[in-house]
């Protein structure tokens, strides 16, 4: 082993850094870090550190992307509720209209590395109360216009669902303001 | 001995250029494991070329630990379209 060969193997080190910061998914991001991790792990082995390589292989990349996975896993997620008959939703049950619906959101999510996770509910009052207590981000519910309408609290989903679906979205705050109102007029003129 | 450290090394290459390129995750997932197995035998051949038993008893425990890692990403990875 002379210096070259040691040159050559510690040169691969910033090689895969450049590539892990130039990645846009957070999930190939992770795959890249086991990479950054294995060959960080050759490269303190090829200087003597034998102990510092062995805590890379096991903390810095074992634990740390596994941690990482679960972590991006449960937060890049919108959770959509629905009103369904069974406990839970399969593909074939689906409405025509439905399918379609997913398939548009989950398009416009994608492009943010967020995935669709669908919560079910026996009615619709349950519905509104999950949303109300922040259990859902989101709401579908059938509507006069299109089929479906989304109702959404946060207010970066109603901008991406607005730009990018053709189904009607609205903000969660106008749909009660305009309840609220309906009720004042209903009791002012009964 | 030289020649042999610097083809494992092009060789390492390979599957670098794969992760980097490819943008299906189990296409880099198998880079990833291609890698993680060919710097735990560097790190083997290493140990071998300096008579040095302590690298040689890491690169055993890393060459072993990579596949593991791989298997927990993988487990999570695939539950990812999953509703």
Not at chain 1, 43 to 55: F, I, K, Q, R, S
Not at chain 1, 105 to 128: D, P, Q
Not at chain 1, 164 to 185: C, G, H, I, N, Y
Not at chain 2, 22 to 33: E, G, R, S, V
Request: hydrophobic share 50%.
């Amino acid at each position: 082993m002379n210096n070259t060969d040691i040159l050559v193997i510690v040169s691969l080190l910033p090689l895969s850094a450049l590539m892990l910061v130039l990645q846009v998914n957070p999930y190939h991001a992770l795959v890249i870090r086991g990479i950054l991790g294995a060959v960080a792990a050759l490269v303190y082995a090829v200087l003597g550190a034998a102990d510092v390589a062995l805590t890379e292989a096991l903390v810095g990349t074992m634990l740390s992307i596994t941690l990482y996975a679960v972590a991006v896993r449960s937060s890049l997620v919108m959770r959509l509720g629905v009103v369904t008959e069974g406990e839970t939703l399969s593909e074939e049950e689906m409405p025509e209209g439905f399918g379609q619906l997913l398939s548009e959101l989950r398009t416009a999510l994608k492009k943010y590395h967020v995935r669709l996770e669908l919560v079910c509910y026996v009615n619709e009052e349950a519905l509104e109360q999950a949303l109300q207590d922040h259990e859902v981000h989101g709401t579908c519910l059938p509507s006069e216009i299109k089929e479906y309408q989304i109702i959404t609290r946060i207010e970066r989903l109603y901008e991406i669902f607005q730009a990018d679906t053709t189904f009607p979205v609205s903000r969660w705050e106008d749909v009660v303001a305009k309840k609220l109102t309906q009720q004042a007029e209903l009791s002012l003129n009964p | 001995m030289n020649l042999m450290l610097l083809a494992m090394l092009l060789a390492l290459l390979i599957p670098m250029y794969e992760a980097w390129q490819d943008d299906n995750i189990w296409q880099k997932m198998l880079a990833f494991a291609s890698i993680a197995t060919k710097t735990s035998i560097l790190i083997l051949v290493v140990s071998v070329l300096r008579d040095d038993w302590m690298i040689g008893v890491v690169g055993v425990l890393i060459l072993s630990l990579g596949n593991a890692s791989l298997m927990l990403l993988a487990q999570i990875i695939k539950r990812l379209n999953q509703i």
